[in-house]
């Protein structure tokens, strides 16, 4: 059996599996025709799979960070920098984003995600060639390394908002969780892809074609998605249906970013929820960008580390399922619940870390913990701000709350960067203990916030008169 084919086979039997308990799960009845629920498919799920080859033109870099380093391109220090401006870029990016995915629709700004993104990856290959065959310095492959991985994540930013933007007026929300859970699905294919793809590519092929290939994937999705989705069931043909959101009730002209974002903060709950959310970023990157390089580093190479992105699959289809069937099945289309659920076991996760750096158990804790956070993820940014935000103002909303993650993520790529062991120092495991040590108080403070906002729904609009 070819490698590739052995590594994806797990995924597709997880997947299969998925499947079938689903379709045996008691089914939430809201009255859609077959014809409309096979439209909704075509409309969803190749908007995903962009969705999910973006995380691979987003997490390429990161999966041959250690690469990249053995080849004296990227140091680790430079990585954390160029990682921290990138991500510090996707964290205020919403402000301009998320009103422009309110005011195009969900359709064109994945479009643009998709096709910047492509443009950005195909330059960054470009970088990497000149500096291998020497004709770019190292300062200078460094700016334009960190311009560059800026601006795909500028353009990176456009996605999450709009398959959420998309996504709001084709589900109820009652069928959002399980929605959520494919948020997840989606999200661990692609750091799939990022993880194991884009380190086989690099095997076989020169660096540059890390870059090259998502480029080359994500421009062929640009076509797909331009002649199958469409912003609304009316559009496609369909009846449009009230969706139970914050924008239920709301027949008035669609509001301006500022009076969206006013709205949503005079409620005490989503400053709560970007508060977990700037948490989750914070520790979903320091768990799937620094294991890597920690196991690099101190040569605890294993099972783990060598199927890193095939694990981080698995886990997250399980979190993202798992979060998405117990908030619609047990928790009534509550989110906090959920979140609270995994943030204990985030806690837990990296209080183990903490006292098992050198033994193979850290390896599986992370990708427990990967499990739990990108369930955290996809029922806070895929499916909260779907709820808060409504679909009317979905793209704001979900900027904000996805804004915050990338804050998070700034923040921890900053920290570790300057903080985390270099040269000889890093072959030695128990140097590495400010990692687990800076994620547990955030795991904590994530915690106590989930509590917090147990029982929240959102709150319908009256009707504008």
């Given amino acids: 059996m070819p490698a590739w084919l052995n590594q994806l086979l797990p995924i597709l039997l997880l997947l299969a599996a998925i499947a079938v308990v689903m379709r045996r799960l008691p089914k939430i009845d809201l009255g859609h025709s077959e014809e409309f629920k096979r439209r909704r498919l075509l409309n969803w799920f190749p908007l995903g799979l962009t969705y999910a080859f973006l995380y691979m033109g987003r997490y390429n870099f990161s999966a041959n960070a250690s690469a990249l380093d ?9 990585f954390g920098n160029i990682d921290g401006w990138g991500s510090a870029v996707y964290g205020v990016a919403f402000l301009l984003n998320g ?26 290959g470009g970088a990497v060639r000149l500096a291998q065959d020497g004709q770019l310095g190292h300062d200078a492959a460094i700016t334009a390394m960190t311009a560059l991985f800026a601006g795909n994540m500028y353009f990176q930013s456009f996605g999450a908002v709009s ?24 999200i661990s294919l692609g750091l799939y892809f990022a993880y194991d793809w884009s ?23 640009l076509v797909l998605d331009f002649f199958l989705i469409r912003d609304t069931p009316g559009q496609a043909g369909f009846q449009d249906f009230d969706t139970a959101d914050a924008s239920s009730g709301d027949t008035g002209e669609r509001m301006g970013a500022i009076e969206v974002a006013r709205r949503m903060f005079s409620q005490r709950v989503i400053w709560i929820i970007v508060a977990i959310e700037f948490c989750s970023g914070f520790l979903r990157n320091a768990v799937m960008k620094w294991y890597l390089i920690f196991a690099d580093k101190t040569g605890l190479k294993g099972f783990v580390s060598t199927h890193w992105g ?3 699959c698995i886990a997250g289809i399980l979190g993202g399922v798992f979060a998405g069937f117990i908030s619609d099945h047990v928790f009534e289309s509550r989110r906090g619940p959920v979140a609270s659920v995994l943030y204990a076991g985030l806690v837990i996760g990296a209080a183990v870390v903490l006292f098992t750096l050198s033994l193979p158990v850290a390896g599986w804790t992370v990708v427990f913990m990967s499990l739990c956070v990108i369930g955290v993820h996809g029922m806070l940014s895929g499916t909260a701000s779907m709820d808060f935000g409504g679909k ?10 996805d804004g915050f993650v990338y804050l998070g993520t700034a923040a921890q790529s900053f920290l570790y960067g300057s903080i985390l062991p270099s040269g000889d120092a890093a072959k030695d495991p128990g140097n590495w203990m400010p990692w687990p040590l800076a994620m547990l108080p955030v795991a904590l403070v994530g915690f106590a916030l989930a509590t917090r906002v147990w029982n929240a729904r959102p709150q319908r609009r009256t009707a504008a008169h």
């Fill in 310 to 312: 095939v694990l981080l």
């Fill in 99 to 124: 009103p422009l995915t309110d005011r195009w629709g969900g359709r064109a700004t994945i479009l643009l995600a998709a096709g910047g993104s492509a443009l950005m990856n195909l330059l960054m």
């Fill in 70 to 78: 053995a080849m004296q391109l990227v140091s680790k220090q430079e």
């Fill in 163 to 186: 398959i959420v933007k998309v996504n709001a007026p084709w589900f109820h929300v009652r069928e959002r969780g399980m929605l959520g859970g494919v948020f997840g699905i989606l």
């Fill in 392 to 401: 009317k103002n979905a793209g704001v909303a979900t900027g904000i709350i």
């Fill in 199 to 221: 380190r086989f590519i690099a095997r076989y092929l020169p660096m540059p074609w890390v870059f090259y290939v998502p480029a080359l994937l994500l421009l062929g999705f």
